[in-house]
């Protein structure tokens, strides 16, 4: 499967005007979300170029993973506005933000356990199979096409995160860094442009750890994505982010590149004092 090509603008021919910049790729204008009289994130703001990759972090209970839950349509923000490519997504559901190319992974992996390797995504596969009801139910020949041509798809995916072997294995039969595999495999079977990742690493020994920091760095350049990664593990973000974002109670209280956010009063007080960074 072939990642998505990177925008490219031409330059401009003799005495015509230069193109307008393109969007961003990700962009959040104030976001803030309350649950009752708690806000959980606010005034969050984040803006994603394309072919970035940007970590966010935190203490536990900062608003992680409640940004992507708002940035993926889990919940409709309290206020603010969210872009993807310069087209307002907020409030739009997750089904629809899917099909717009953002896909996510999940702190806890939620496979389909009882499903096979395979069945796991064909099943994120799903929406974009191109046929109807009747195809399916009379098993049209359209229907015997796109279901050949998307399993041709996901085996080449599979084999590319070394699991084709166990395509017809029940998914909960894996080890656990092959699950992180499968479940980075499956969110990428939907074509996305724009990748998050809620803590891949958590639950990794060290070794784990390095070669999960590789899957994305290649993953990175082999599907031409954006990511977004929410991660503890310290030598991972400075490892690999470009630049990073860190919350404390809902707010950004930091932003730069990985040396200036290590090196900053601000985090080392509020999260990174007790965290190995070397």
């Known amino acids: 499967m072939a990642g998505m090509a990177a925008d490219r603008a031409a330059g401009p021919g003799a005495g015509a005007p230069p193109h307008p910049a393109a969007p ?3 962009e959040a204008r104030g976001v803030t979300m309350a649950f ?4 959980a994130v606010e005034d969050f703001n984040l803006t994603v170029q394309r072919g970035e990759l940007v970590g966010l972090i935190g203490p ?9 839950n708002v940035l993926t349509g889990v919940y409709r923000p309290t206020a603010g506005r969210i872009f993807l490519g310069g087209v307002e997504i907020t409030g739009l559901p997750a ?15 939620r496979l389909f356990g009882g499903m096979t390797v395979l069945e796991n995504l064909l099943v994120a596969m799903g929406f974009r199979a191109g046929y ?7 098993r049209s020949r359209r229907f015997r ?6 399993r041709r798809q996901a085996l080449e995916l599979l084999d590319l995160f070394r699991l084709a072997d166990k395509a017809e294995r029940p998914a909960r039969s894996l080890a656990y860094g092959e699950q992180r595999r499968l479940e980075i495999a ?3 079977a939907t074509r996305p442009r724009l990748l998050l990742l809620d803590e891949p690493a958590a639950g990794m020994n060290p070794q784990e750890g390095e070669e999960l920091m590789q899957l994305i760095r290649w993953v990175r350049e082999q599907f031409d994505l954006t990511i ?16 990073v974002l860190v919350l404390d109670f809902g707010r950004t209280i930091a932003e730069g590149d990985p040396r200036a956010i290590q090196s900053d009063p601000r985090v080392i007080e509020a999260y990174l004092g007790q965290q190995e960074v070397s």
Do not use: Y
């Not at 009752?36 to 806000?39: D, N, S, T, V």
């Not at 977004?228 to 630049?243: A, K, N, S, T, Y």
């Open 24 to 26: 961003p790729l990700l």
């Open 36 to 39: 009752g009289g708690l806000r």
């Open 60 to 68: 536990n209970g900062a608003g992680k993973t409640t940004v992507f």
């Open 95 to 109: 089904s629809a933000i899917t099909r717009m190319g953002v896909a996510r992974t999940f702190q806890n992996i």
């Open 132 to 138: 109807g009801l009747w195809d399916a139910l009379v």
């Open 145 to 150: 096409e796109r279901e050949a041509a998307l």
């Open 186 to 188: 499956r969110a990428l």
């Open 228 to 243: 977004l990664l929410i991660e503890h593990h310290m030598p991972i973000v400075m490892g690999i982010c470009q630049r």
